[in-house]
């Protein structure tokens, strides 16, 4: 007598069934060291002191040449003075890395953030965060919330400006791949070409010498070439942010960096302790008040 047939398809159930089991009790198991050295690694990722840096137990941090002041002080990036200089060794000391263990490079500003392989863990050289600048390298959340600020001569003809419209038939200029140079072609929008400047010394000479009637940079290195460089000069004013959220200043990093998360979070603890207020405070304190252009 034949089983029927649901009692057939059970059987044939069972059978394959003790098959499965006693094929995978045989077959090679992943290693465990190996699928351990996944999981392992993606928990240790940031691990202090421990992170896949460009050299072992060390952290590259790159800046521009010359370091300006209030962001380094004496163009010494590696002497702890200055706000990004202070910034860079509180990330460091973040992430599980000493003083002893930063390494400074100097990278040209327009360089930092262009397509390619970096030779710096992170770069800190007031680089605004842009979608523009993300295709080529990835940000760290920012530092930095930034306003963009016009010097001119006292005297000279951009000096008594009140409003962005005052500034329209006007030569400005400012350093190239920089937002304050954005700020010339789309907020300004003046009637005559912006002058860019390769180095931002560039274009304070060109201010000093008249080449230009008035330049644009952020505002704290606005209230420094006021105060120690152009001293017959004011700061005619600072522009609103434009749009909903805030320009900020962020690490540079490889685009796809492994690091990146790290740093980020390293930069949102400093925030949220205060260490970032603190540091402003102490370097940046001057860099508070400028009419507001409109």
């Known amino acids: 007598m034949h089983p029927a047939p649901s009692a057939l398809r059970r059987a044939v159930a069972a059978a394959t069934i003790a098959l499965l089991a006693t094929a995978v009790g045989c077959a090679p198991q992943p290693d465990d060291k190996a699928s351990g050295g996944s999981s392992s690694s993606a928990g240790t990722t940031c691990a202090k002191g421990e992170l896949a840096t460009k050299t072992s137990g060390k952290l590259t941090i790159a800046t521009d040449e010359p370091a300006y002041e209030p962001w380094f002080k004496d163009d010494k990036p590696a002497n702890g003075e200055g706000f990004e200089s202070a910034v860079a060794y509180a990330v460091a000391k973040q ?14 500003f327009n360089k930092a953030f262009a397509p390619g392989v970096k030779t710096f863990d992170f770069d800190i050289n007031q ?22 600020a016009v010097i ?3 005297g000279g003809k951009a000096a008594k400006a009140t409003s962005i419209a005052d500034l329209k038939g006007l030569k400005l200029g400012a350093q190239v791949g920089t937002t304050s140079l954005n700020y010339i072609s789309d907020v300004v929008k003046p009637s005559q070409e ?11 000479s060109a201010l000093k010498n008249g080449q230009v009637d008035a330049i644009v940079t952020d505002l704290p290195t606005a209230f420094y070439v006021t105060a120690a460089q152009v001293t017959n000069a004011r700061i005619v004013g600072q522009f609103e942010n434009q749009g909903g959220t805030p320009e900020q200043f962020g690490l540079v990093l490889d685009k796809g960096s492994g690091l990146t998360s790290c740093v980020t979070s390293a930069v949102d603890a400093l925030r949220k302790d205060g260490t970032l207020a603190k540091l402003d405070k102490q370097w940046l304190s001057d860099a508070v008040d400028a009419p507001v252009l409109k």
Not at 95 to 108: E, F, H, I, N, T
Not at 141 to 147: A, E, I, N
Request: avoid cysteine.
């Open 127 to 148: 680089v605004s965060i842009s979608t523009e600048r993300k295709k080529a390298v990835d940000f760290s959340s920012g530092y930095y919330d930034v306003r963009q």
């Open 95 to 108: 992430l599980g890395y000493d003083k002893s263990a930063v390494v400074w490079q100097r990278v040209p």
């Open 194 to 204: 912006a002058a860019a400047y390769s180095k931002n010394d560039q274009a304070i």
């Open 152 to 154: 001119a001569l006292k």
